[in-house]
């Protein structure tokens, strides 16, 4: 079954807008939650991540919130430009049983000029 | 510059054939992966190596085999007990817990 739960599938912000992307996790065990970005063609390159023990992360225009108690972290792209255009994955991993990534199913971000 | 390297970037596979797909680093990381990724899907783990000589089945081995004989490289090959090879695949390398660094990936189809 999907250990993490990724929404929306696609989302279609303006330029300037805020683009919220949202993750969900069951296993209490995780405990670093990272998010990758992904052009076409590309491989996923590490965007920010975060660990439990904070409830918020920001470098630059990018944001983590992690709600411990709901299980759910969520990725904020402020001042949201056209080349923010991708796919975006979150995903979770337990630090000891051999660093193995659960993956969310992506979200395929459009920025509107 | 270090990084991951994935050879070749497109491949293609005939009915029966095995293929094997590529990947080195030079970032001097012990851990090695390899996902698969399908549209809709994200990625799912096919296997990972914490060090040399050892690995361990992911999600979705079946139909695939891997070695670790050297730290810096780590080859997929693709057998022809894999029913629906057609994918692009991202091999992956970490030092011990922490984040993984991606190669950008091998688009595999079938002929």
């Known amino acids: 079954q999907q250990q993490v739960k990724q929404s929306p599938q696609s989302l279609i912000v303006q330029k300037g807008g805020i683009s919220i992307i949202n993750c969900a996790y069951e296993n209490t065990a995780f405990d670093y939650f990272p998010w990758y970005q992904q052009f076409p063609g590309k491989g996923p390159a590490l965007l920010i991540a975060?660990?439990?023990?904070?409830s918020e992360k920001k470098e630059g225009r990018f944001t983590i919130s992690f709600n411990k108690s709901a299980k759910q972290f969520s990725l904020h792209i402020m001042d949201s430009q056209p080349g923010d255009s991708a796919t975006y994955f979150c995903?979770?991993?337990?630090?000891?049983?051999?660093?193995?990534?659960?993956f969310g199913t992506g979200t395929s971000l459009t920025v509107i000029p | 510059d270090g990084g991951i390297t994935q050879s070749p970037k497109y491949l293609f596979r005939k009915e029966g054939q095995n293929v094997t797909l590529s990947c080195e680093q030079n970032l001097n990381h012990d851990a090695m992966y390899w996902y698969r990724q399908d549209p809709g899907q994200g990625l799912r783990l096919i296997y990972y190596s914490q060090i040399v000589n050892d690995f361990q089945k992911g999600d979705i081995a079946e139909g695939y085999s891997v070695s670790r004989e050297k730290k810096e490289s780590f080859p997929l090959t693709v057998t022809s007990a894999q029913k629906n090879p057609t994918a692009f695949y991202l091999c992956?390398?970490?030092?011990?817990?922490?984040?993984?660094?991606f190669g950008d990936g091998t688009r595999l189809s079938i002929l």
């Open positions: 992956a390398s970490s030092i011990g817990p922490g984040p993984q660094h």
């Open positions: 975060i660990r439990p023990d904070v």
């Open positions: 995903a979770a991993s337990k630090s000891n049983t051999g660093n193995q990534f659960y």
